[in-house]
């Protein structure tokens, strides 16, 4: 699986949009991104993935650049309960499809 | 709630002693997934399970751990003779096959 880099903390203020990058220059064409948040001493939480095409949930918003090499995620009115790590995992559909976590973005809310 | 469940959510243990986790998936999902985190960073794959056989186990899961999934429905992770460096957060995931994995809110092991 394709290894990401994304910046290690960022901050927001409550209502605004959080936008959390992240690189993934090696990524495969059959590799989706992941996206989880874990909220601390919680079990990760699954946001959103996608292959090549924008997706939109409830939660988030997930756009890929065209070379699919980076990706963002949107909070579009971020919350004090958004606060949380953030992990963009690239992963392939093989047989196994381990997830592979990277250290994530801090993402802290601010009042 | 027909998330994933885990058992207990803490355990602390004594160096030496055995202890034993338990992991109910999502009831229809086939695949189950052992992640251990340390303080401080991501979730590492551990072992998987597609229905009762074990498929994948990573370098990580030494000799003195053993999982298994009898009946293809929940999962128990043992650890033998803890040590301190055992000391850690287990997370189990369940999949319906290749897809998203949704994760259990963890058992925290501490060996005192």
């Known amino acids: 699986d394709a290894k990401t880099t994304q910046p290690p903390s960022m901050d927001c203020a409550e209502g605004r949009a959080a936008n959390l990058p992240c690189n993934h220059s090696?990524?495969?064409?059959?590799?989706?991104v992941y996206w989880y948040r874990q909220i601390h001493s919680q079990g990760p939480q699954y946001i959103i993935h996608?292959?090549?095409n924008n997706e939109t949930n409830e939660m988030a918003s997930l756009i890929i650049t065209e070379d699919r090499k980076s990706s963002t995620l949107i909070l579009p009115h971020a919350t004090l309960r958004d606060t949380a790590v953030y992990y963009c995992?690239?992963?392939?559909?093989?047989?196994?499809?381990?997830?592979?976590f990277g250290e994530g973005t801090q993402l802290t809310v601010n009042p | 709630d027909t998330g994933v469940s885990q058992d207990p959510r803490h355990k602390i243990t004594k160096r030496g002693q055995n202890v034993t986790f338990r992991c109910d998936p999502i009831?229809?999902?086939?695949?189950l997934y052992w992640y251990r985190q340390t303080l401080g960073q991501g979730p590492e794959f551990l072992t998987y399970?597609?229905?009762?056989?074990?498929?994948?186990k990573s370098r990580l899961l030494s000799d003195r751990f053993s999982a298994e999934r009898p009946k293809g429905s929940f999962s128990t992770l043992e650890i033998q003779r803890t040590e301190q460096g055992d000391s850690a957060m287990y997370l189990c995931?369940?999949?319906?096959?290749?897809?998203?994995?949704?994760f259990g809110p963890g058992t925290r092991l501490t060996v005192l």
């Open positions: 090696t990524i495969s064409g059959n590799e989706y």
């Open positions: 399970f597609q229905n009762e056989a074990q498929l994948e």
């Open positions: 995931a369940s999949s319906l096959g290749l897809d998203t994995q949704y």
């Open positions: 996608g292959l090549k």
């Open positions: 009831s229809e999902h086939n695949r």
């Open positions: 995992i690239v992963r392939g559909h093989s047989s196994g499809s381990r997830l592979t």
